[in-house]
Every structure is written in C-alpha cells, then in structure tokens.
C-alpha cells in the first residue's frame, strides 16, 4: 500500500494533543468543578466529533505513516493511519463524543476524587485509546497500551474508599498486565524474526508455522485478557459495576474494541498469513464466551453486572466473526473472508453505539434512584419518559431487531455462516451447522436478557416509595442520549453506506470486498451473496413497520369513529395488584437458571411447608473461579508463603544466601 500526504494523522495528532490540554487543564483548577465538567468535558465532545471526521476520511485514503521525535533515544515513536485504524479511530469518535456530553451532566462532586483528576484521567484514557489505532511500532504500541490500562484503572478506582471497587480495580490491573506480558511476547517473536521493533519490518518478516502459532495465540491470550474472552473475562462483571458509569460506557464501547483491533492488526496485516485451524480456536472461543456471558446475563440482579456480561457475550460473537474470516481466508475464499469480517467490525461499530447508551441509560437510572439492583427497581418510565425513551433504543437495538443496527451485523454473520458448505474441508462442513446454532441461541438469549432488563427497570410498579420521587435525564445527558440514539438508528437505516466504508478494510486485510454484490442489488438492498440468495432492506422494513402502524390506526379511527374507552386493566382475578406481584429480575432468570444449571454454581435456601419464617435465598457463581483463578490463587499464596521462609530478618544468615549464590555460579560457569 502506498503513502500519501500525512494530513489526516496530523489531524489525528491534532484531536489527541486537544485532549491532553483539556486534561492538563483541569489540574490549573483542579478544584473546580463546575470549570471541569461543565466546560472541559463539553469541549472534549468535539475532540470525538473531529475524530468521526477523521476517521472517515482516512477509510478512503492511501495508508500515510510518520515518525515523531520523541521516545527514548534511537526509539522514536513510529505512526501510521490507514483504513483499519481509521475505522477504530472513528468508533472511539462516535462513543467518545456522547459520553463526553454525558459526563458534563452526570459528574458531580465527589468525596474520593478531586475533579480536575478525573478530567485528567478521562481525557487521558481517550488520548491513549487513539495512539493505540495510530501507534506503528511496538515500542509506542506498548506505551499507550499502558497508558490505557492505567489511566482506566484510575477512573474505575474513582470511590476508591469502597473496599470492593478497590479489590475489583486490582483484580482489573491484574488480568490487564498478563495480557500486556502476552503482547510484549508476541511483538518480541516478531520482532526476533524482522530484526526491528516496527510494524513494518514485522510485516515484511516471514515466519515459519510454527512461529506464525506461536505469535497468533499469544495475541489471541494477550487481547483475549483485554477484550474479555473466556476464561479471561473475570475482570469485567467486578470492574464496570465499580467504575462511574461514563466510564463503564467508555470500557465497554470502546476499550474492548482495541483488543479486537490489535489482535486484527496481528493476525490479519503484521502476520500476513493464516492456518485454518487458527479460525476453528477463535470460532470456538468466541462462541463459548458468547454462550457464557448470554446465560450469566440472563441470571443477573445487578443492572450494570447484566449490561458486562451482555458485553462478553458481544465481543464472543465479533470473535466468532474473525474467527470465520480467518478460515475463509486461508481456503483464500477472500470473498466469504471479507463478509465474515465486514460482520465483525459491522457488530464492533453496533455494540459501541447501543453499549454505550445502555450504560449511560443505566447511570441516569443510578444517579435518580441510587439502586443498582433490579429488585429495588421498577415503573421508571413514568418518572423517567426521556431515559426510558432511550433505554428502549437501545434495548431494540442490542436485541437485534430490524430496522435498528443490531439486526444488520448478526443478520450479515449469520449469512456468513450459512455460505460455508462452500468450504473444501468436511470437518468444518460437519463443525459449522453446530457452531450456527449456537450463534442464533446467543442471539436468541440476548434478545431474553433485554426484556428483562428493560422490562423490569421500567415497566410495572414502582417497587420502592422513594422510585415515586426520582428526576428525569439533565439535558446533557439527553443530548447524548440523542446522538448515541442517533447512531442505532442510522447505522441500521443504511448498511449499504456503511458496509461501503468498511470494504476499504476488508480490502486491506483480505483483498476482497463487497461493494460487487452491493451493486447488482442497487442501494436499496443488502445482498452478501447474491440477490437470489438473501436480501435485506432497512429502509423497506421501516416503512413497512410505519405503514401498518398507520392503516392500524386509521381503521381503528374509522370503526371506532374516534371513540376512546378507558378501563382498568385485566387483573387475571387478582382485584389487589400490587408491585410484590410482578414479574421481578430473580423470577425472570429462572427459567435459564434451570436450563443451564450444571454452568452455574448456585448455592440456594427453599422454604419448607412447615417453615414459621419462610424465606428464599439464592447465590449464583461463576464456577470458573473455582475452577481456575482459586487454585492458582492459593497455589501462589502457597508457594510465596514457602519462599517466605527464606527472609528471617537477619544479615548473616543473607550473606550465607550470597555466598552459596555464588558458589554456585562459579561452579556452573566453570
């Protein structure tokens, strides 16, 4: 790919070192609370804004790189923009400008932390996120990959003076640094092989198989821990109930999108070449992790706990997607390959638009009701019209009905699957059906876990007197509200535009692209393979959807001649309806909790007939903690507690440890 004019990475450049002023800002007033969320945030929206622009201009444009003077001494920092990172850097501009604008009304003051640091830490995170798109060697990858993972962990750690936000935050740092070692091992394979540390010696390196191995899974473990991939998703449901929510947004709309942009940029463009069996490991992880988050999901009371599972169960389905790409691609069936990850990036755009909102929607119902558990909850949409309005978007868009984004990248996934009896391989012939069938349960549990979610916070009665007082959004907040809401709806109006945009990276990454078979089919339709085969049009469904909606209430008009008649609602023969008998987040999980049992580690009291007290108490776990982290856990304790019988305190028994240590080198270096 050849270089052109650097003038859309200056313009990159120029957003991030805005948004490293605003941050540096807020510490000349680091007490101000007002200065720092209600100017400096607000101007950070237009940062994001310049980045969408930015983003879309370098979709079109030849790749352009630059070398800055800074680093250490011989290690300057090596950037390049090209369409991959153009199309991250634009969904870190769509997320980042509605939570910005989010923030401005959400913060308040705060007893843990002074405002301008968190001004700091915010714009700090955002400015990392984009050098990780823009960096173009390992070094700078490194640093701002650090500079992510801390600066996040500074913002989940916001109440740090509540002991579980600080054992989640650790918990986060933990899993974030086993993925770090594993990336820093990945770039030294390559690095090994090319002889330099850029990403472009490493693109022209060859490796052997088995190195090429080597390198894919260590990328595959290392983003793996930042994206949330079984069974390194643990940090996730502890870190995002604990961080503010602008921030829970941010993690989950965008930071796990990096982990998928960094293992895209390994596997696909650093590597150049792929095995099919590499496409079966991350097919079947990403199903499996999206298996698993659908179904802790749908067990949750905690409503920002449900949205981090909701999370893992997304980015499970976006590795399934590469995971396809990556066959097709190696049976150079580059057509299929471009589809399958056209799909994916197509669901990493989706999720960043209605995640974000979700969570924003949740802070809002946090910041009136001070609840976070669904039991507590309840009738909010009488108080909260604006927030409800909204949460709905979002919870039609996630659960992936038509004509709203989530429909068009399953709807485009699956198709994707569905084409694979192409491939000349009779285990994966064999292995695809069940892997589809996995993929639309997913799907079908996500559109599950959303009813509850949105029916229980919402619908109904209010279950708690003090629900009958809360307030409704600020307008900042449903200023992001709309753009966010904006984004759901005009990425799932006009998949043709979009899937345009996104042929630029598949044909970087795969050397094929869609806009072939878009084209025969006009601009009205999707059609991934042909239009005899399958089709889709948004804009028809709409209509279709508003057009029935209209003759439904014009017949009524003209039966009824406008009449209205008002009564109380069918009671099923219960005359005293009160919020104790509605249908309540522990009751709606049920029926998955039953289903999926042997998955979970539940630990329950039933009430006996004979019980004077009766009670019901249930407790559900994740089993791999047990399983995996527990063990190891105790394992170290065990062996640190046996290394610690070394340490006595005592400076000749240390000068013995010296003398044998070196005893023992000269005897082996003899």
Not at 305 to 315: D, G
Not at 369 to 393: K, N
Not at 573 to 586: C, L, N
Request: with cysteine; hydrophobic share 55%; aromatic share 12%.
């Amino acid at each position: 790919m050849s270089l052109a004019a650097p003038s859309a990475l200056y313009a990159a450049i120029g957003v991030m070192m805005f948004w490293l002023v605003l941050g540096m800002a807020g510490l000349v007033r680091i007490h101000d609370e007002r200065f720092v969320f209600r100017i400096l945030f607000p101007l950070g929206c237009l940062g994001g804004a310049g980045l969408v622009l930015v983003g879309l201009a370098g979709l079109s444009q030849p790749a352009v790189a630059l070398v800055l003077p800074l680093g250490l001494p011989d290690l300057p920092f090596h950037l390049r923009l090209d369409p991959l990172s153009s199309f991250f850097l634009a969904l870190l501009g769509l997320a980042a400008t509605g939570i910005s604008l989010f923030s401005a009304g959400y913060f308040r003051k705060t007893d843990t932390a002074q405002p301008g640091l968190i001004g700091l830490q915010y714009h700090l995170f955002l400015v990392s996120m984009a050098a990780v798109c823009l960096a173009d060697d390992a070094y700078f990858f490194m640093v701002a990959w650090e500079t992510m993972a801390l600066s996040s962990y500074f913002l989940v750690t916001t109440d740090h003076n509540v002991p579980e936000i600080r054992r989640a935050g650790f918990l986060y740092l933990l899993i974030a640094h086993l993925g770090a070692i594993s990336i820093l091992l990945c770039f030294g394979v390559m690095q090994n092989s090319a002889g330099e540390y850029t990403f472009a010696s490493m693109r022209s390196a060859k490796l052997s198989d088995f190195w090429a191995t080597v390198v894919f899974l260590l990328a595959l473990i290392g983003y793996g821990a930042k994206a949330g991939f079984l069974p390194l998703h643990v940090w996730l449901p502890e870190a995002h109930p604990a961080a503010p929510s602008p921030v829970s947004a941010l993690m989950s709309g965008v930071m796990l999108k990096t982990a998928i942009y960094g293992l895209l940029r390994v596997t696909f463009d650093l590597l150049g070449q792929q095995i099919w069996w590499w496409g079966v490991v991350a097919l079947t992880v990403g199903l499996v992790t999206a298996l698993f988050g659908v179904m802790f999901a749908a067990v949750q009371t905690d409503m920002k706990r449900l949205l981090a599972y909701s999370s893992i169960e997304n980015i499970g389905i976006v590795l399934s997607g590469i995971g396809l790409a990556i066959i097709f691609h190696a049976y150079s069936m580059n057509v299929l390959a471009a589809l399958a990850l056209i799909a994916a990036l197509y669901h990493c755009i989706n999720h960043a638009a209605f995640k974000s909102l979700l969570f924003l929607v949740t802070g809002s119902v946090l910041h009136a009701t001070r609840e976070r558990s669904l039991g507590h909850l309840g009738g909010l949409i009488r108080r909260m019209p604006w927030v409800a309005a909204f949460g709905l978007i979002g919870t039609l868009a996630i659960a992936g009905l038509p004509p709203l984004n989530g429909f068009v990248s399953e709807w485009l996934l699956l198709q994707a699957f569905l084409l694979t009896p192409g491939l000349p391989n009779s285990y994966l012939n064999m292995l695809v059906p069940v892997a589809t069938a996995a993929l639309v349960l997913a799907s079908a549990l996500a559109a599950y876990v959303m009813v509850k979610f949105y029916g229980v916070v919402f619908l109904g009665q209010p279950r708690e007197g003090k629900l009958n007082e809360v307030h409704d959004a600020s307008n900042w907040e449903r200023a992001a509200f709309v753009w966010l809401a904006a984004a759901c709806v005009l990425l799932g109006l006009a998949p043709v535009a979009v899937i345009a945009q996104l042929d630029n990276v598949s044909q970087m990454l795969v050397g094929a692209a869609l806009s072939g078979n878009m084209g025969r089919a006009g601009w009205l339709f999707v059609t991934p393979a042909s239009p005899e085969r399958a089709s889709y049009s948004a804009p028809l469904f709409l209509i279709g959807i508003v057009g029935a909606v209209l003759v439904t209430f014009l017949l009524v008009r003209r039966v009824y001649h406008g009449r209205i008649r008002r009564a109380a609602a069918w009671d099923c023969g219960f005359p005293q309806q009160t919020a104790r008998m509605q249908d309540t987040a522990e009751g709606f999980g049920q029926p998955i909790k039953q289903i999926f049992e042997p998955f979970f580690r539940i630990e329950r009291h039933l009430p006996k007939p004979t019980d004077e007290r009766p009670y019901y108490w249930s407790k559900t776990e994740d089993r791999l903690w047990y399983w995996l982290y527990l063990p190891v856990a105790k394992t170290v304790q065990w062996l640190s507690q046996a290394i610690g019988v070394l340490q006595h305190g005592r400076i000749h028994v240390y000068l013995v440890y010296s003398f044998v240590t070196l005893l023992t080198l000269l005897f082996l270096i003899r």
